[in-house]
């Protein structure tokens, strides 16, 4: 009983950890969406919110699409009686470039806008690479039908960019789309990335490290228990990591010609900057000279929560590549 009780705490532990530096949730308490409007695609009972930012009625002439982190709350943060208590990336981008830009937010399948669903069954059941490719391409083909943009860019941070390579080859419009920003995320798959991060030497939380240390153990133990959501490491039901461990995005991002953007922390300590600088090295190799590559000097997953600099560089590479 004491070695389920100390295993218990752990696991809690290390999900807060995860989710927090993936998803990178900022405390706030006095923060708001301006210019949101909420939208719902339902599909017989399952259900997928999408949340649209824009000044006025009228489009503007550039889209940015935002795919967010990984976890089982809203891609928009956690609100609590009419106020966020936390907010993620969606906010600064909201913030930052509502004068230039329209920004659509698929939100994940099942989950409702400013709530988290981590204890929701049917929310873990589901919770694959190939459904979260599914759905956010479905929310993306359906706001484009009708409408007019010259531009739009696919922006993802962390899961959300290691899936944008395949969100953007799977879309029936993705003739429409300008370019790709791919922010802390890299080209190598999970497994690969997880095995680098355990051989640095990292201050990593003595839970992290622990768990980084079991990586090979607990690969063997998913791919003989892929489909079961009761057994987890770093927090993640196996059944979400039996779909994410081996996708390389590199594959796929090395099969796509439009610009890409490619942001990475250099002490990241989620997806390791070995993965990014591999995009790098494999696109020059192939000559390919469609990938703008920003590495930036101490800092970590999300940016040491200063993204100011990342967001203006998106922009910079949007005028010179794009526009």
């Not at 899961?159 to 790709?180: A, D, F, M, V």
């Amino acid at each position: 009983m004491r070695w389920e009780r100390e295993n218990i705490i752990l696991r809690k532990t290390i999900l807060i950890l995860v989710l927090l530096l993936i998803s990178m949730m900022i405390l706030s308490g006095c923060v708001s969406y301006d210019h949101l409007s909420k939208h719902s695609i339902t599909q017989e009972n399952d259900f997928t919110n999408y949340y649209v930012f824009k000044e006025g009625n009228d489009n503007k002439d550039s889209l940015i699409i935002f795919i967010g982190g990984s976890g089982y709350s809203s891609v928009l943060g956690l609100k609590e009686y009419g106020i966020w208590k936390t907010i993620t990336l969606a906010y600064d981008l909201q913030n930052k470039l509502l004068s230039d830009f329209d920004i659509l937010v698929p939100e994940k399948k099942n989950i409702k806008m400013g709530k988290n669903h981590e204890n929701e069954r049917r929310v873990l059941e589901n919770y694959t690479l190939e459904q979260r490719v599914s759905t956010a391409s479905l929310v993306i083909d359906k706001y484009l039908e009708n409408k007019q943009y010259k531009e739009i860019i696919l922006l993802g941070f962390s899961e959300g960019g290691y899936i944008l390579p395949r969100i953007y080859l799977n879309l029936k419009s993705k003739e429409r789309i300008s370019g790709l920003a791919v922010l802390s995320a890299g080209g190598l798959s999970q497994y690969n990335s997880l095995k680098t991060l355990s051989e640095k030497d990292y201050s990593y939380p003595e839970g992290y490290k622990n768990e980084l240390k079991r990586l090979e153990e607990v690969v063997e133990d998913i791919k003989q228990n892929p489909d079961t959501i009761n057994k987890r490491y770093l927090g993640l039901p196996y059944k979400r990591w039996s779909s994410f461990m081996f996708y390389r995005p590199l594959d796929d991002l090395l099969k796509i010609d439009i610009p890409i953007f490619m942001g990475q922390g250099e002490m990241d300590m989620m997806s390791p900057v070995d993965s990014a600088r591999k995009v790098k090295e494999e696109f020059e190799k192939m000559h390919k000279e469609n990938l703008t590559y920003i590495e930036y000097k101490d800092k970590g997953h999300g940016f040491n929560g200063e993204f100011e600099t990342i967001i203006k560089d998106i922009e910079d590479w949007f005028r010179k590549e794009i526009r």
